[in-house]
């Protein structure tokens, strides 16, 4: 009888998405993100990413023509077949030093929030962040804090990210959030701070971007991937039952050999391209501090709602790049709010 009912539950997961996600292509609303989690749950992918296909949007032509464009700089062939068969793609220098150094100086200089530790420690808001002296594992910026960083702002309206982003989703993408935030020196891995293996789900399809802001050596914390397990099906039902949790190393290397994880070393300026539907975390840092920020671009805003201003932006710091991009891009940045 309780398989029955499992299986009773698991269809009914299965036709609700699908019937949110036919309200949503009329109602452009948020919905579903319980049902697209459920159904990835028990299913293992495929009716996600077929509702992805769905719900997409037609390529923009514009960002077709990059890739011939800019060949030169960016192999986009290359990238998306190792998006598409491993997770991930890595390029080196894509950031410029000065770049990352505007970065890193922009981040010193606003203010941020230490995120409460495993052991319900260092919850500490409207801070500066001090190298020297951190108050605990990890430090995040708001999403309106990252947008106003202008050389944020730059990689946002480069249209390389935009081109891999639109390649691997197979449609135009959306600007979803940005995030950015430092780890500091641990004596052991923090869930809170996201450095156990996880799955992201608040979405149906998505990339990230990751640009390290600091060199990133083997002690400093680097983020890991397990390659190749992003795909349908590809994470085993023991680990998708248990929802959507934390996994440690022991639990995931009974599936995925640790000499196969992949561990992203780099300097500053380094961007990891990642489907992180894949199991994925930060690994704790034994020595310095690491800075990365984050881009994530999804197919479809169905699954998690957010808040209106999430990603509100000052008009005074708007730079004349990212104006020009939203102006030509409003799919794109449909999500940045412009405040006057």
């Known amino acids: 009888m309780g398989k029955l009912i499992l299986v009773f539950r698991s269809i009914g997961n299965l036709l609700m998405m699908l019937f949110t996600v036919s309200v949503f292509r009329f109602t452009k609303g948020n919905y579903g993100l319980k049902y697209a989690q459920q159904t990835f749950f028990i299913f ?6 077929l509702a ?9 032509f514009k960002l077709n023509h990059v890739e011939h464009n800019l060949s030169s700089e960016i192999d986009y062939k290359t990238i998306d077949s190792k998006l598409k068969q491993q997770g991930f793609a890595v390029e080196k220098k894509f950031l410029s030093q000065e770049s990352v150094k505007s970065i890193k100086d922009f981040s010193l200089k606003n203010l941020g929030a230490y995120r ?3 052991k319900g420690e260092g919850a500490l808001a409207n801070i500066l962040f001090d190298p020297s002296d951190p108050k605990a594992i990890r430090y995040d910026y708001s999403p309106s804090t990252v947008l106003a960083c202008t050389d944020v702002q730059k990689v946002l309206s480069d249209k390389r990210v935009l081109a891999i982003a639109q390649n691997y989703l197979g449609g135009e993408p959306i600007l979803d959030f940005v995030a950015m935030w430092w780890h500091t020196k641990s004596l052991k891995p923090d869930s809170n701070a996201a450095q156990l293996f996880h799955f992201d789900m608040d979405r149906l399809r998505w990339i990230k971007f990751f640009f390290y802001v600091t060199d990133v050596g083997i002690d400093n914390g680097p983020h890991v991937y397990v390659p190749s397990s992003h795909h349908d099906n590809a994470l085993p039902f023991s680990l998708r039952k ?11 290397a009974r599936h995925f050999p640790e000499s196969n994880w992949k561990f992203f070393t780099g300097e500053a300026g380094t961007m990891i391209a990642e489907d992180t539907r ?3 975390k930060g690994a704790h840092v ?5 800075l990365l920020f984050q881009l994530q671009f999804t197919s479809a805003l169905y699954g998690k709602s957010e808040e209106p201003d999430n990603m509100a932006l000052n ?4 730079t004349k790049e990212l104006r020009h991009a ?8 449909q999500k940045v709010k412009i405040l006057n």
Do not use: A, C
């Not at 929802?243 to 022991?250: A, L, N």
């Not at 034994?286 to 690491?290: A, E, I, P, Q, S």
């Not at 008009?315 to 708007?318: A, F």
């Open 44 to 49: 293992g992918g495929k009716p996600g990413t």
């Open 52 to 60: 992805s296909k769905i719900l997409r949007k037609k390529r923009n």
């Open 116 to 118: 409460e530790t495993d």
């Open 242 to 252: 248990r929802g959507y949790v934390r996994h440690s190393d022991k639990d995931v």
């Open 278 to 280: 894949g199991l994925h």
């Open 286 to 290: 034994l020595r310095g501090n690491r």
């Open 315 to 318: 008009s005074s710091v708007l």
């Open 326 to 333: 939203i102006g030509e891009f409003p799919h794109i940045y």
